[in-house]
């Protein structure tokens, strides 16, 4: 008796979970899930989930839908840590750009726009890199290169790290395209979900060839910016060549 109510529990605690999981779907978050923790979303900073002094409301999905919305901000003004505009299309970034919705104006499509290697290399350096320390650089490269060393970079590294950065958010865009601030992370990824491109048409050099595979297929949640979980969503197999 006891395994059967404890089976019904667990069935009810799914459906409550994939409630809380269509709902902040439709708000437009992305929404992750954590063994421990229970539904979250993602965020510009990593993951937010009901903080423990409110616990008291994860078993009212409504609630908590709710505590979502009125406590992260609205998703379609969450873009960040990605080129505008004017540097996908070749323009080379001069200074310091502030990060708003409005340099995110126009859309790109998935297959429409490959990014400009050289002007996303300068954004990188004038831009995204502005205010990192060397530190900060070095932990950089560790997270994209796998290496654990702890001493500022060389000259060589730096490039290779830019060169790398360059690619990926290049890739990126070509795989999966860039939403506007005109729509949330979800609407854009229901919407042009069916255009992505096929593996390896980006690069000669963009395979992936063990298990894990290719993981820009319809399948695939788009998320706005470079978040830190991208590196778990390109899998094992990965083969990049500079």
């Keep these: 008796m006891w395994e059967f109510w404890s089976k019904r529990k667990e069935t009810f605690k799914a459906k409550m979970r994939g409630f809380i999981k269509s709902g902040l779907d439709l708000l437009g978050f992305t929404v ?55 540097i996908i299309k070749g323009v080379h970034a001069t200074g310091k750009m502030e990060k708003l919705p409005e340099y995110y104006a126009g859309e790109v499509l998935p297959a429409e726009q490959k990014g400009d290697i050289g002007a996303l290399k300068s954004w990188i350096e004038r831009v995204k ?16 290169k796998g290496t654990t060393d702890l001493s500022p970079l060389t000259i060589k590294q730096r490039e290779t790290l830019k060169d790398s950065i360059a ?63 991208l590196e778990e969503k390109l899998k094992a197999g990965e083969s990049v060549k500079w």
């Design 167 to 229: 690619f990926k958010i290049g890739r990126k865009l070509w795989y999966l395209g860039r939403r506007s601030s005109y729509e949330t992370d979800g609407e854009f990824n229901r919407r042009t979900m069916h255009m992505r491109p096929a593996m390896g048409s980006y690069s000669a050099t963009d395979t992936w060839t063990v298990e894990g595979g290719f993981p820009y297929d319809e399948t695939y949640q788009y998320t706005s910016g470079e978040l830190p979980n």
């Design 129 to 144: 890199w502005a205010d990192m320390t060397e530190m900060d650089l070095r932990i950089e490269y560790n997270k994209h």
């Design 32 to 86: 992750i899930e954590d063994k421990d923790k229970g539904v979250g979303v993602k965020t510009k900073d990593g993951k937010t989930f009901i903080p423990e002094a409110t616990h008291d409301i994860i078993d009212h999905p409504v609630k908590v839908i709710d505590w979502f919305k009125n406590n992260m901000p609205d998703p379609k003004e969450d873009i960040y840590e990605e080129p505008p505009d004017e």
